[in-house]
């Protein structure tokens, strides 16, 4: 039997795309960091020889924390995670949405 999923969700690799909704990874962002400093060759590391790319910049783990400090900033939290959807996302109640600050 075929299975379609009710929502394909895309999340924002590296590039500045307005997300359609973000999600609060607070307490998870310093596990995200860790995983992704996890794949050292693919980073700037100057004892690796191998050629410089887009990711192994300097400024290119710098950049992926900003972003999540901005799209935190946009709900009020320290770090959230934007996603993209091409449907609308509905909801059942307000209980689980977090205030924006104002």
């Not at 394909?8 to 307490?27: A, E, G």
């Not at 300097?58 to 935190?72: A, E, M, N, Q, T």
């Not at 993209?84 to 949405?97: P, Q, V």
Request: hydrophobic share 40%; net charge neutral.
């Amino acid at each position: 039997m075929a299975w379609r999923p009710k929502y394909v969700l895309n999340y924002i690799q590296d590039r500045f795309i307005k997300p359609d909704f973000v999600v609060d990874i607070s307490d998870v962002f310093e596990e995200k960091l860790e995983a992704i400093k996890a794949y050292t060759t693919q980073f700037h590391a100057p004892d690796i020889d191998g050629p410089q790319t887009y990711i192994s910049t300097p400024d290119f783990l710098d950049s992926v924390i900003y972003r999540h400090k901005w799209f935190g900033k946009m709900i009020g939290v320290k770090y959230a995670e934007g996603f993209l959807s091409e449907k609308t996302i509905g909801f059942k109640n307000f209980d689980a949405l977090i205030k924006q600050s104002t």
